[in-house]
């Protein structure tokens, strides 16, 4: 399996922000120097009570030292945005890694986003599907005239052809049946995020295949999963200092309407860190991870931070992971 590192970009608001991209920085480097194999980062606007920076032009910055690390938007939410602008940006963005970008799109759930953008949320999955198509020509056509129900080009011809052809990788991230359906309908690997535990995964990658096959899609080669996760010395540490974290995060979350959450807090936060959170001893943890290939996984994002997470702590358990977990993961 490839695993990647998910740099703690939800921090909470008030924090020094010069200081937070420092630190971020410095996960992101302290993952490579590990050996993780590659580096995701999210996409959200207005959302308190964190904040965080931008996915484009992060990866942009982390493009200049990744060496081998492929780089992930995890995810793009790009209803909410131009697909000429994503189509231009991702191509450029292709170009300055040399080809090691995929692009994890996403339909966002938070209604302040498509009010800022101006758009209903009702339309984010045909926003969606109408972009996703007209941004794959432009990387693929010459000159594009396109005429849809959002969207319109006359005689486009794009400035910039991505670095991969036809164009990079897509993961389209999913958390309910709808959305997984849909990434197979396009053909796409779907990325497992948010809090589908292990036995819903197996599910959902069931649906997933389903819906590749009555498409007439070929079997995408990748499967890829994001997990929270916190590992430490031992099984009531981290338990200890994961639980405060998790409910303040998850209770934002909650408050935002991200799907699955309300339902999965009231179940309890011990059930959360149980599954599919991974949440305990090294041991204890790799055994976890290591049962995701059981089901075709082929990428896991592991989350290292949590809002109010020192440094040394984020640091500390980033050379946990490389020293007790990530060669062994790395040879499933």
């Not at 101006?118 to 339309?123: L, N």
């Not at 309890?268 to 976890?288: H, N, S, T, Y």
Request: with cysteine.
């Amino acid at each position: 399996m490839k695993i990647g590192v998910q740099v703690g970009q939800v921090v909470d608001r008030g924090y020094d922000l010069q200081r937070q991209w420092l630190e971020q920085l410095e996960q992101f480097r302290a993952g490579r120097d590990a050996g993780f194999d590659f580096v995701s980062w999210g996409h959200h606007w207005l959302i308190d009570p964190f904040q965080h920076f931008q996915p484009i032009p992060v990866l942009a910055r982390f493009a200049a030292e990744a060496g081998t690390m492929d780089l992930v938007t995890g995810v793009l939410l790009t209803p909410l945005l131009n697909p000429v602008q994503v189509a231009e940006d991702i191509a450029t963005l292709d170009h300055i890694c040399q080809g090691r970008l995929i692009l994890g799109i996403g339909l966002g759930y938070r209604a302040e986003e498509f009010e800022a953008a101006g758009f209903k949320m009702s339309e984010r999955a045909p926003r969606l599907e109408e972009g996703l198509a007209l941004m794959k020509r432009l990387w693929a056509d010459t000159e594009v005239t396109h005429h849809g129900r959002f969207y319109h080009v006359t005689g486009a011809r794009p400035t910039a052809k991505p670095h991969q052809q036809p164009h990079p990788r897509i993961w389209i991230a999913a958390m309910t049946e709808p959305a997984v359906r849909r990434a197979g309908r396009l053909g796409h690997p779907f990325y497992a995020i948010g809090t589908l535990g292990y036995d819903d995964l197996r599910h959902a990658l069931a649906v997933w295949r389903v819906a590749l096959h009555e498409s007439g899609q070929p079997v995408p080669s990748e499967i890829p999963v994001h997990r929270e996760f916190y590992v430490a010395n031992t099984r009531e540490e981290a338990r200890a200092k994961a639980r405060p974290a998790v409910e303040a995060k998850y209770r934002g979350y909650a408050q935002h309407g991200l799907p699955t959450v309300g339902a999965s807090l009231a179940a309890g936060v011990d059930r959360l860190m149980d599954d599919p959170f991974v949440i305990g001893a090294p041991d204890e943890c790799l055994d976890k991870l290591a049962r995701y290939r059981e089901l075709g996984v082929t990428h896991l994002a592991l989350r290292l931070f949590w809002p109010g997470m020192k440094q040394d702590d984020a640091l500390r358990m980033i050379d946990l992971v490389a020293a007790k977990m990530l060669p062994t993961l790395q040879t499933l």
